[in-house]
């Protein structure tokens, strides 16, 4: 999941006002733990998930690691 | 029974000698529990059922029952007599069995099909034609098909079944096999392969030729390894099955688990079959001649050097939680393997037992096929770093998990001495007999102390024991 730069400067961050800034962010879900970079703001470092990126790779990601 | 004795579990069993229905009661006694029943006419049997931790207690995932969506016999006797499967059944089907020859080119001392005797005729391909149209009607398309015997792959006509099965909309075909076939055969494999098989569950008791010389009469390590190097040539999924038996090869699960993981992701994972005494065994069993699943746990631990632990195996979503346990495994390129599965909490809300059916169904037909590897390595050579970071990407992650999970489950089954009727009826591997019934598979191969089948080659249900 990638954002171009044009992307990222077209967001701010609705709580500060700031101009959402590319980052690495690490999750942990389950007994995974993984990287995206995503557009986070970087003074209260609230980022933003799409719901592309909810409902596609990360739901994947649920899907699998979830017990059988 | 002694003073440790604690409040018992009632369920109901069968007396090993006439195969009547009776009630017993699982009973506490120290680490242990024990399976304790009367027959009137033939006197108590004590059985052990779960020797040590993890407690029996605590292993435990509640399920509401779901009646088969399609029951092909009434209840008129009702559990264990009735199989077909009645409506008193509590879940779906997860994998059908098609015994496809009753033929095999091993006569081992342990058969839980007593294959390889007095060998009937092969079923042709039209009766197993109607045997698929039976399990399609019963339970969709989205389950496992295994074809099984005796030893499938005598038949010649194997890759004919196979893309019979295909042409009946299943998308998962799995073998049952020894493995010497495709040992030596590889023109052979490469034809089930195209055929639309989808993986080969490998009898596969252990690393050293001792253990074969002892459960199967011969030595076989080098066919299994050619076997398996066959399979994963023609990008079969396998899954590595040993048969558990105390005193020959309980010391060789760690060795198991660690050629499995040697041998991925070509390997799928191991699943583990304590012995269950029905066909063809040596003896009526003692205690000490059982393997409980929480023997086998704490076994992993201890000969992976905890590398694999206790608290990663969880009860199961789909069988009832006594039936069997599983853990899955990330391998990742540096060695190292990261557990993916836990134990969870022990007071999980009961969750209907169908939705535990599905999502097993997806994770088998997911995990028992082969890794789509090459696009794993077309990653792997774009890589210009030889140190890769800790933390995965989400792409990476996702890709790994997909190729390199690893499967550690075991599965107990159930004999005429250690049988629960709650278990059965909650089960959800079904052997298709030959009137195209579903029976649970325990009840089809349950044979009497004497010998005597239960659904074994009745053709009808309702059999009166």
């Not at chain 2, 007396?15 to 506490?28: D, M």
Request: net charge negative.
């Amino acid at each position: 999941m990638k954002f171009s730069e044009e992307e990222v400067q077209n967001w701010k961050c609705e709580a500060c006002g700031e101009d959402l800034v590319m980052r690495e962010v690490v999750f942990s879900y389950m007994r995974g733990t993984f990287h995206v970079d995503l557009p986070a703001c970087p003074k209260c470092d609230q980022v933003l998930i799409t719901e592309e990126l909810a409902m596609g790779k990360m739901a994947e990601v649920e899907k699998i690691l979830e017990d059988k | 029974m002694n003073e440790h004795v604690q409040v018992p579990w009632m369920t109901e069993s069968l007396c090993p000698t006439c195969l009547e229905r009776i009630s017993a009661e699982r009973v506490i006694d120290g680490n242990d529990v024990w399976l304790i029943k009367v027959c009137p006419e033939h006197g108590q049997t004590r059985t052990i059922l779960w020797r040590g931790t993890p407690d029996l207690t605590g292993w435990q995932r509640p399920k509401v029952p779901s009646q088969p969506p399609v029951c092909y016999t009434e209840t008129l006797r009702g559990c264990p007599y009735d199989c077909g499967l009645c409506s008193n059944h509590g879940q779906h089907t997860c994998s059908a069995l098609l015994e496809i020859t009753q033929r095999c080119n091993l006569r081992c001392p342990i058969c839980f099909a007593d294959s390889g005797k007095e060998a009937e005729t092969d079923p042709g391909l039209e009766v197993i034609d109607e045997w698929l149209n039976s399990v399609r009607h019963a339970c969709g398309e989205k389950i496992v098909i295994q074809l099984s015997g005796g030893e499938p792959t005598v038949r010649e006509d194997l890759p004919d079944i196979i893309r019979l099965a295909r042409s009946h909309g299943f998308g998962f075909i799995q073998i049952n096999t020894n493995g010497l076939r495709l040992a030596e055969d590889p023109a052979f494999v490469r034809q089930l392969a195209a055929a639309g098989l989808t993986s080969v569950f490998l009898q596969f008791d252990g690393t050293h030729d001792g253990i074969y010389r002892q459960l199967r009469g011969r030595e076989m390590f080098a066919d299994k390894v050619r076997a398996i190097e066959q399979c994963v040539e023609s990008k079969l999924g396998v899954v590595l099955v040993p048969t558990l038996v105390p005193g020959i090869n309980n010391q060789d699960i760690g060795a198991i688990i660690r050629f499995g993981m040697e041998h991925a992701p070509g390997v799928r994972g191991v699943h583990f079959q304590p012995v269950s005494y029905f066909g063809r065994y040596p003896g009526s069993p003692g205690n000490e001649q059982r393997l409980t699943l929480p023997d086998i746990i704490r076994a992993i631990d201890q000969q992976t050097d905890g590398l694999l632990q206790v608290e990663n195996f969880a009860p199961p979503g789909c069988e009832h939680s006594h039936c069997s346990f599983h853990g899955n495994f990330l391998l990742l390129e540096d060695g190292s393997v990261r557990a993916l599965s836990s134990k969870g909490s022990c007071c999980s809300k009961p969750a209907p037992a169908s939705e535990g059916a599905a999502k097993s169904k997806e994770f088998l037909i997911r995990q028992w096929a082969a890794p789509d590897v090459e696009m794993q390595d077309q990653k792997t050579d774009k890589k210009t770093c030889c140190n890769p970071p800790k933390v995965p990407s989400l792409d990476d992650f996702l890709q790994r998990v997909k190729t390199h999970t690893f499967a550690v489950s075991a599965m107990a089954f159930q004999d005429v001495w250690n049988v629960d009727l709650e278990r059965t009826r909650n089960c959800c591997i079904h052997v298709v007999a030959r009137d195209g019934r579903l029976v649970p598979f325990c009840l089809f191969n349950l044979t009497s102390a004497s010998g005597e089948t239960l659904h074994r080659g009745n053709n009808h249900a309702n059999h009166s024991a």
